[in-house]
């Protein structure tokens, strides 16, 4: 599966480690999270206004301007377009 996140970049959701809102990365008590992050992996912002959400892959951390509701329910309708299944469901 693949999810869309901004300006025509689409990535493998199974490289995907977790998505998060963009305040809670800034917040003060991740910042040691945060900053290791940054240092093993490849910062791409692809927030063209307002940075809300962050997806943290394998090698790279993508800051994008769509809510992180957005995101999981891209991920949640490829899941009922191609008949699969949703452990949250």
Same mark, same amino acid.
């Given at each position: 599966m693949y999810i869309y996140l901004e300006n025509e970049?689409?990535?493998p959701t199974e490289n995907i480690i977790i998505i998060i809102d963009y305040i809670h990365l800034?917040?003060?008590?991740?910042?040691?999270?945060?900053?290791n992050e940054i240092k093993n992996k490849k910062l791409i912002n692809l927030a063209? /206004? /307002?940075e809300k959400s962050v997806v943290i892959t394998d090698s790279e951390i993508y800051i994008t301007s769509y809510a992180l509701s957005t995101l999981m329910s891209r991920g949640n309708e490829y899941l009922r377009i191609s008949g699969g299944s949703n452990s949250n469901e």
């Amino acid at each position: 599966m693949y999810i869309y996140l901004e300006n025509e970049l689409v990535i493998p959701t199974e490289n995907i480690i977790i998505i998060i809102d963009y305040i809670h990365l800034k917040n003060t008590c991740n910042n040691d999270f945060y900053n290791n992050e940054i240092k093993n992996k490849k910062l791409i912002n692809l927030a063209l /206004e /307002e940075e809300k959400s962050v997806v943290i892959t394998d090698s790279e951390i993508y800051i994008t301007s769509y809510a992180l509701s957005t995101l999981m329910s891209r991920g949640n309708e490829y899941l009922r377009i191609s008949g699969g299944s949703n452990s949250n469901e």
